[in-house]
Every structure is written in structure tokens, then in C-alpha cells.
Nanobody
Framework: QVQLVESGGGLVQPGGSLRLSCAASRIIFSPYTLVWYRQAPGKQRELVARITNSGSTLYRTSAAGRFSISRDDAKNTVYLQMNSLKPEDTAVYYC???????WGQGTQVTVSS
């Protein structure tokens, strides 16, 4: 079946950087809008960044200027480069294929000193 596998999460100090990856199998990414969401404990899942199949991007306000979403359709992978991380960025990060409705299992990002 279709699998989306996120990686790259971990523990980082405030101000640090992480690069998340989401690799897909049994689905071709190129037609789809790809989205990174996150969910912090006790909070609703929220959109972080979105990229269309033509490369148009959208970011939540708190991520704009610090995060960058990109895609490599040849590798069936979407990335989220996160810089200047803050404790409030701590969450489980998920990738999602918007039109197809698939979700990954998530990767934990913890920003703490």
C-alpha cells in the first residue's frame, strides 16, 4: 500500500535547524499538492507549509521566513527546511498528499535547551 515516511526529526536547541524529509512509495508525487502539518500535545493539527505540483508555496505566518518547503518529484520526496527553530515549533510533523489524502506516521521535532 501507499506509504509516506517522514525522517529528520530530533532534538535541537533554540535557534538551530533541521531538515525534514518525506519519502513516498507506491504513489507518484508529481501530480499532487504536498503539505507539512504539525501537532503539538493538546493542540489541533495545523498546516505548516504547502507546495503545489507547479511549485507554488504557502506558509503559516509563524513559519514564513524561517521554514522552506521544497519537492523533488524524481525522488518522490518532499522536504521541510526549518531554521531559527523556537520552542513553540515543538510538535510531531506529518506530511500529507492533499488530493490523495495520504498521511505519514510523523516525526518528532523537539526544540529545547
Amino acid at each position: 500500500q501507499v506509504q509516506l515516511v517522514e525522517s529528520g526529526g530530533g532534538l535541537v536547541q533554540p535557534g538551530g535547524s533541521l531538515r525534514l524529509s518525506c519519502a513516498a512509495s507506491r504513489i507518484i508525487f508529481s501530480p499532487y499538492t504536498l503539505v507539512w502539518y504539525r501537532q503539538a500535545p493538546g493542540k489541533q493539527r495545523e498546516l505548516v507549509a504547502r507546495i503545489t505540483n507547479s511549485g507554488s508555496t504557502l506558509y503559516r505566518t509563524s513559519a514564513a521566513g524561517r521554514f522552506s518547503i521544497s519537492r523533488d518529484d524524481a525522488k518522490n520526496t518532499v522536504y521541510l527546511q526549518m531554521n531559527s527553530l523556537k520552542p513553540e515549533d515543538t510538535a510531531v510533523y506529518y506530511c500529507h498528499t492533499e488530493e490523495a489524502g495520504y498521511w505519514g506516521q510523523g516525526t518528532q521535532v523537539t526544540v529545547s535547551s
